[in-house]
């Protein structure tokens, strides 16, 4: 801290260098993708058999329908056994 500083300008530098180092919200992964329909089926399904729902809690947390039939989606695992 300088002695120059107010307080206003320790909380704005604080909140800079915490929004820099934001950790994420919870211990999930995730990973987007966006492929062609029938290879965004095919990798879902590989997502899911590399890491079961039972062990990872893994889920497509979100998609949606692009041009060209192409599909955006993001799936959500827990890294509990990497």
Do not use: H
Not at 17 to 42: G, M, N, Q
Not at 54 to 61: H, L, P
Request: hydrophobic letters at 35%.
């Amino acid at each position: 801290m300088r002695s120059s500083d107010t307080p206003r300008d320790v909380a704005r530098r604080l909140a800079r260098t915490r929004d820099s180092r934001a950790p994420a919200r919870d211990a999930f992964r995730r990973e987007t993708f966006r492929l062609p329909r029938d290879e965004a089926r095919a990798k879902a399904r590989a997502f899911f058999d590399r890491y079961p729902k039972a062990a990872y809690m893994t889920e497509v947390e979100s998609w949606r329908v692009l041009a060209d039939d192409e599909i955006e989606f993001t799936m959500r695992r827990l890294p509990s056994a990497d």
